[in-house]
């Protein structure tokens, strides 16, 4: 994923901050903070076309993809060999590719696809946490809860001590993947 490759709108972020949206550290700052989104997920959210990707068999009828939502499935191969779409395999927007009429080897690295996956646009409840965490990254200082300069005193909530709010905590479960091996 290219560092350019924002998951809000650096415009969005400079008219919050009154800055432009050339300035660095709000570029890294979103960066970052979009980063920090997709490790939280576990996936990469933006659109991602003709993708290429080998997994592990997992003895099951359904195996699960690591994006979502899929929206086009272009190959399949299994152990080099092209399978069909609706005899051999059918996949679901949600993630999932079932193996029709039986199940996936449990063999490591035997399946190849090419897939497209993610959202175009970025859903808004995405970009909106996003914004709010770099909003913070780029004006808390890390580790610091209060300041005070000359007569004036700030203090910062509690985003800047534990990190996230609790709309990033919702907007992250509801997008995250594989779920159940969740530390």
């Given at each position: 994923?290219?560092?350019?490759?924002?998951?809000?709108?650096?415009?969005?972020?400079?008219?919050?901050?009154?800055?432009?949206?050339?300035?660095?550290?709000?570029?890294?700052?979103?960066?970052?903070?979009?980063?920090?989104?997709?490790?939280?997920?576990?996936?990469?959210?933006?659109?991602?076309?003709?993708?290429?990707?080998?997994?592990?068999?997992?003895?099951?009828?359904?195996?699960?993809?690591?994006?979502?939502?899929?929206?086009?499935?272009?190959?399949?191969?299994?152990?080099?060999?092209?399978?069909?779409?609706?005899?051999?395999?059918?996949?679901?927007?949600?993630?999932?590719?079932?193996?029709?009429?039986?199940?996936?080897?449990?063999?490591?690295?035997?399946?190849?696809?090419?897939?497209?996956?993610?959202?175009e646009p970025v859903p808004e409840d995405i970009s909106e946490v996003v914004?709010?965490?770099?909003?913070?990254?780029?004006?808390?200082?890390?580790?610091?809860?209060?300041?005070?300069?000359?007569?004036?005193?700030?203090?910062?909530?509690?985003?800047?001590?534990?990190?996230v709010t609790a709309q990033w905590t919702t907007v992250v479960e509801r997008?995250?993947?594989?779920?159940?091996?969740?530390?």
């Amino acid at each position: 994923m290219a560092t350019t490759d924002y998951l809000a709108g650096p415009g969005d972020l400079a008219a919050w901050l009154g800055v432009p949206d050339t300035d660095p550290k709000l570029l890294q700052a979103l960066a970052a903070a979009s980063s920090r989104f997709r490790g939280a997920v576990r996936h990469p959210v933006s659109f991602v076309a003709d993708d290429t990707t080998v997994l592990d068999g997992n003895g099951m009828e359904a195996l699960p993809l690591p994006a979502a939502p899929v929206t086009a499935v272009t190959s399949v191969e299994l152990d080099g060999e092209a399978l069909t779409y609706r005899t051999d395999y059918e996949w679901s927007a949600d993630g999932f590719l079932r193996r029709v009429g039986g199940c996936w080897p449990c063999r490591l690295r035997c399946i190849e696809i090419v897939w497209s996956h993610g959202y175009e646009p970025v859903p808004e409840d995405i970009s909106e946490v996003v914004l709010d965490q770099a909003r913070a990254q780029y004006t808390v200082r890390p580790g610091l809860t209060s300041m005070t300069v000359g007569g004036q005193s700030v203090a910062f909530g509690a985003q800047a001590s534990i990190g996230v709010t609790a709309q990033w905590t919702t907007v992250v479960e509801r997008y995250r993947l594989n779920q159940g091996d969740a530390p």
